[in-house]
């Protein structure tokens, strides 16, 4: 029995969304709504791991992604000279109208309305939000002289739990993202306008493998909504466990200047004896233990 769906945000997830459930071949009624009214010119590249090509191919878009797609060919640690101490690294609307649905997908980013609305006890309370410790800044810098044939992912460690980044690989700009230790005043953060917010790129992948699960487990139990979203909660939350675990930068060897000094000696040794690809081959998409499940009802390309 057809569906009548509401999902709220016309972002990665919820477009991709309403194509995995229009594959599912059910007659499901689906509307998309959206606040923005054109694309935001802001944000980073998108990011496609693990997953992320393998469902983008059933989609039938992987051409053109591929055709759209930024060469990064290694990623590597400097010091603050710049000078390269992993040589040779592997890379990896409202309208104001209403109306009743049978569900109502929340893909409206991490200030999500929708779930705010559902979940949140208070005003402002954001109990819903999972703070890893870590806020993360994304910008754009003009490219300099070094970095205009560059194809390389460059980080810096400095003392206090910081990390800049930078993506050199796009002809135009250079990429810069900044790690810090949260503080309350980043916290804060997270409540302003979007407009003073950057898109963040590590979702991609999750977004899509989230919206592929739903569309699935709706497809896999008709119009029994309740179970697909119990199968949906069951299946997908050790995926969203494994990709919420972040890096131990917060190691007492990255707090100080000695311990980063040490860290790099130890980057370079592994790297000149062509340790970093063994070490890459086991940590590779964290050796993953989670298996993406097969939707035969979603009648996707193979």
């Known amino acids: 029995m057809p569906l009548k769906i509401l999902i709220n945000g016309a972002g990665i997830a919820g477009t991709a969304l309403a194509n995995f459930l229009v594959r599912s071949q059910e007659g499901h009624d689906i509307t998309i709504v959206e606040r923005t009214s054109k694309f935001r010119?802001?944000?980073?590249?998108?990011?496609?791991k693990s997953y992320g090509a393998?469902?983008?191919k059933r989609l039938g878009l992987l051409d053109a992604v591929r055709a759209r797609s930024i060469h990064e060919t290694a990623f590597t640690f400097v010091d603050t000279r710049g000078r390269d101490w992993t040589p040779g690294s592997t890379s990896y609307?409202?309208?104001?109208?209403?109306?009743?649905?049978?569900?109502?997908?929340?893909?409206?980013?991490?200030?999500?309305?929708t779930r705010r609305i559902l979940w949140e006890p208070k005003k402002d309370c954001d109990s819903t939000l999972r703070y890893t410790g870590y806020s993360v800044a994304y910008f754009h810098m003009p490219k300099s002289e070094e970095e205009f044939n560059s194809t390389l992912f460059k980080s810096c460690l400095r003392p206090g739990l910081k990390v800049l980044s930078l993506r050199c690989a796009h002809k135009d700009f250079t990429q810069a993202m900044l790690t810090v230790s949260t503080t309350e005043e980043l916290k804060e953060m997270v409540q302003q306008p979007v407009e003073k917010q950057k898109d963040l790129w590590e979702t991609t992948t999750a977004s899509l493998v989230g919206a592929y699960v739903l569309a699935g487990d709706l497809a896999r139990h008709g119009d029994n909504v309740g179970a697909a979203l119990e199968s949906y909660e069951t299946v997908l939350r050790p995926y969203v466990e494994r990709v919420q675990q972040l890096p131990p930068l917060n190691l007492a060897i990255f707090r100080?200047?000695?311990?980063l000094t040490i860290a790099y000696f130890v980057l370079a040794i592994l790297s000149r004896l062509r340790m970093d690809r063994l070490v890459n081959a086991l940590m590779k998409d964290d050796k993953e233990t989670w298996q993406l499940p097969q939707y035969p009802e979603l009648e996707l390309e193979e």
């Open 41 to 48: 010119p802001g944000g980073t590249q998108l990011d496609l």
């Open 54 to 56: 393998p469902l983008m």
């Open 93 to 113: 609307s409202p309208t104001g109208s209403s109306d009743e649905y049978d569900l109502v997908v929340g893909a409206d980013g991490q200030n999500s309305l």
């Open 256 to 259: 100080s200047k000695l311990g």
